[in-house]
C-alpha cells in the first residue's frame, strides 16, 4: 500500500516545468554508442618453457631450459649439474621443476591454469636463471662474512619478482583464479610469505648478537615492504579478475535461465499454435495465455502476492481468460489484503466476469478500485446486454453467486444496460481494522 | 488553439518500431480501416533514422514505440527528445502517440513525460488505433485504461485525494478523477460523455489537462510508484 503523501494543504502547488532541451534543426541529439567496448589487444604468447614428455634424465628441467634458450642440452645439464653439486643449485633446480609445466600438459595447462613460468616471459625466465646462478655463486662464497647478508635479499628479491612477474602475467592472461575464490591462493602466498621472513631471519640471526638480529628484523621488513609492492597490483588484479569471474558466470547462469524458460513455455506455445493454426479462437487463447505468462515473468519479477486483493485478481481473470479465450483487460488501482469480505468480493467478480465472457462479447474490461472506505469494481463487457428476466436459468445463478455473495458480506452488486454491452458494479464497504461486526 | 484538419486530408503518420512485421501489419491495417483517412509517409527501426525521418516528412502523428535500438538507449524517449519543436507541415507540432507491448509503470511514464501525447498498447484494434491516431492528430491525449488507471494510482486518486482547484498539477479535479474513473472502465470518449452529461469535447479537454498534469507534475509519487510497481 501507498501511504499518504506528506504535504501541506492550502500551500502553493510543488512543481517546476521540465526544461525542455531544444535540439537545433538539422542535428540529431547527441548520440553515444552505449556498448562499444574497445577490442582488447590480443597478447602475442610468449615462448614458453616445457619440460619434454621424453629425453628427459631427472624431470627433464635440463631438457627444457635446453629447447627453450638453444643451447646444446649437454652444455646445460653440465652447467645445472655444477650448481646442483655445490649446494643450494638444488633449490634451483626444484623450482623450475615446478613452475616448468609438462610437455603434454601444455595443452590443457591453458584450461588447467597452474601457478607456472610458461607466461611469465623471457624476462622471468632471465630473472629465474639469474636467481640460479646468485644461488649457486652464494654457496662458493665462505658461509661467514658480511657477504651473505647483502645476497641474501638480493636472493630472496629475485625469487619474489620471478613469482610476482609470472602470475602477475598469468593473472592477466588467463584469469588463473577464475575458481570459486582467490581466497585460498592469497592464504597460501601469505603463509609463504611469512615462513620466507621467519627463516630468513632465524638463519641469518643464528649467533649473533641482539643488535644485528635488529638488523636483520629491518631489512627483512624492507624486503617484504618490496613484496607488497611487486603483489600489489597483482594482487588488485586479481581480485577484480575474481570479480569479473563471477559476473560472467552469474550471467551466464541467467542466460542459460532465460532460455530454459523460453523453451518451456514460448517455444511450447509456438508449436502448440502451429499445430491449431485452423482454430483462431484457440490460437487467441493460446497467444492470449502466453503473453500473460511472459509478461509476469519479464516484469513480474516473481510470483503473484496471493494474500492481496491484486493478487486474488489477477489469478482469477487468468482462469477465465483461459476458460473462455476472452482477452480481459483488468486495471487495478489501489490494494489491500484479502480477508474473509475482499475474498468473497473477488469471488463475486469472477463470476461477473463469467457472466460476461459467457453472455456478452469482448472487449471486456474490469477495473477495480481499493480506496480508503471501499473496494469499488466494474466489469464491462460489450455484449447485447444481458437482461435478468429475460435468463430465468441464470438469473438464481446471478442473483445468488453475485448479488446474494456482496449483500452477505455487506456490500452490494447492481447490473445495468448500457448501449453496447453490461456493467456489474460491485462495491464493498471497507471495514476498520478492528472487527466491528458489522453489516 | 487546436487546428482540425480538413476532413479531405488525410493523416501523416510516421511508424516507428523495430519489428518489420509489426509496421507492416499496423499499415495493412490502419489502410484497411480508415482508407484515404490516413497516410503512412514513412517508417523507422531505430531511434537515428526515426529522429531523420520525422526531420524530412513533418508528420502529423507517429507512431512511436517505446523500445527501440540506437540512441541513448532510452528507446522513445530519445525520439521524442530528438524531435523537440518540430512542426508538422500543417505548422502544428508533430504529436506523438506511443504503442508498446509494455505495461511496465517507468516505460508509460517516462514516454508521457518526454512529450507524447498518449500511450496505446499493441494488442489495440485496428479500428481504435486509427481512432487514436485522428485524436492525437487534433492535439487531443489518448488514454488507455491501463494508463487511466496509472494516473488515478499515481495521483493518489483511489486513496482519495482530490484537487480543490483545477490548475493544481499534483492531484486531479473531481471532474478528471470521474473521466479517468470511466476510461479506466473501458469507456469509449463518446460513452464517458454520455454518462457525466457532457460534450465529446469536454472530455477531450479532462483528459487533455490529466495529460499535462502527468507531464509537469513534480509529484515524487509518479516515479516512485512507476519505479515500485510494474503493472500486469
Known sequence: ?439 | MKTAPAPTTPVRVVLVDDHKMFRTGVRAELTEVAPGLLDIVGEAADVDTAIKVVRAELPDVVLLDVHLPGGNGRGGVDVLQGCVAVDSRRGVPVRFLALSVSDAAEDVLAVIRAGSRGYVTKSITGTDLAAAIKRVADGDAVFSPRLAGFVLDAFGVAAGEIAEVDEELDRLSQREREVMRLIARGYQYKEVARELFISVKTVETHVSSVLRKLQLSSRHELTAWAMGRKLI
Open chain 1, 1 to 439: 500500500m501507498r501511504g499518504l503523501p506528506e504535504r501541506t494543504l492550502g500551500g502553493p502547488p510543488k512543481w517546476r516545468r521540465p526544461a525542455r532541451r531544444a535540439v537545433p534543426v538539422g542535428e540529431t541529439c547527441p548520440v553515444p554508442i552505449p556498448y562499444a567496448v574497445p577490442p582488447t589487444a590480443e597478447v602475442a604468447d610468449p615462448p614458453r618453457m616445457v619440460r619434454p614428455a621424453h629425453g628427459r634424465v631427472l624431470a627433464g628441467v635440463c631438457a627444457g631450459l635446453a629447447e627453450h634458450l638453444g643451447l646444446p642440452v649437454a652444455w646445460v645439464r653440465g652447467f645445472v649439474a655444477v650448481l646442483i653439486l655445490a649446494g643450494p643449485g638444488v633449490v634451483g633446480y626444484i623450482l623450475l621443476w615446478t613452475l616448468t609445466p609438462q610437455e603434454a600438459d601444455s595443452a590443457a595447462a591453458t584450461a588447467g591454469q597452474r601457478w607456472s613460468l610458461r607466461q611469465a616471459g623471457p624476462a622471468a625466465m632471465w630473472i629465474g636463471i639469474a636467481m640460479v646462478a646468485v644461488v649457486g655463486a652464494t654457496s662458493i662464497l665462505p658461509r661467514s662474512g658480511r657477504g651473505l647478508g647483502l645476497l641474501t635479499p638480493i636472493l630472496i628479491l629475485a625469487i619474489i619478482a620471478v613469482i610476482g612477474l609470472a602470475s602477475a602475467d598469468v593473472a592477466q592472461r588467463d584469469r588463473w583464479l577464475g575458481r570459486r575464490s582467490g581466497w585460498p591462493a592469497l592464504a597460501r602466498l601469505a603463509g609463504g610469505l611469512i615462513a620466507v621472513v621467519v627463516g630468513t631471519v632465524v638463519t641469518l640471526s643464528g649467533g649473533t648478537s641482539a643488535a644485528e638480529a635488529w638488523d636483520i628484523v629491518l631489512a627483512t621488513v624492507v624486503v617484504l615492504l618490496g613484496f607488497t609492492l611487486l603483489l600489489a597490483p597483482w594482487v588488485l588484479r586479481l581480485l577484480h579478475d575474481v570479480g569479473e569471474a563471477r559476473t560472467a558466470r552469474a550471467l551466464a547462469d541467467e542466460r542459460a535461465d532465460i532460455a530454459a524458460h523460453l523453451h518451456d513455455s514460448v517455444l511450447q506455445t509456438l508449436a502448440l499454435i502451429q499445430r491449431q493454426a485452423g482454430d483462431a479462437t484457440r490460437v487467441a487463447t493460446l497467444a492470449r495465455v502466453q503473453e500473460r505468462e511472459l509478461r509476469t515473468y519479464l516484469y513480474g519479477g516473481g510470483s503473484v502476492d496471493q494474500t492481496t486483493l491484486s493478487g486474488a485478481l489477477a489469478e482469477v481473470i487468468d482462469e477465465v481468460e483461459v476458460a473462455h479465450g476472452i482477452p480481459i483487460d483488468v486495471v487495478v488501482t489501489g490494494d489491500c489484503p484479502l480477508d474473509e469480505h475482499v475474498q468473497a468480493m473477488v469471488r463475486a467478480l469472477r463470476e461477473a466476469l463469467l457472466n460476461a465472457a459467457n453472455h456478452g462479447a469482448a472487449p471486456i474490461a474490469a477495473y477495480v478500485e481499493c480506496g480508503p472506505d471501499r473496494i469499488e469494481a466494474f466489469v464491462r463487457d460489450h455484449g447485447p446486454g444481458l437482461n435478468l428476466d429475460a435468463i430465468p436459468e441464470d438469473r438464481l445463478g446471478v442473483r445468488e453467486s453475485i448479488q446474494g455473495r456482496m449483500t452477505r458480506v455487506g456490500g452490494n452488486a447492481k447490473v445495468r444496460r448500457l448501449e453496447p454491452g453490461t456493467e456489474w458494479t460491485l462495491t464493498l464497504p471497507r471495514v476498520a481494522a478492528a472487527p466491528t461486526g458489522g453489516n
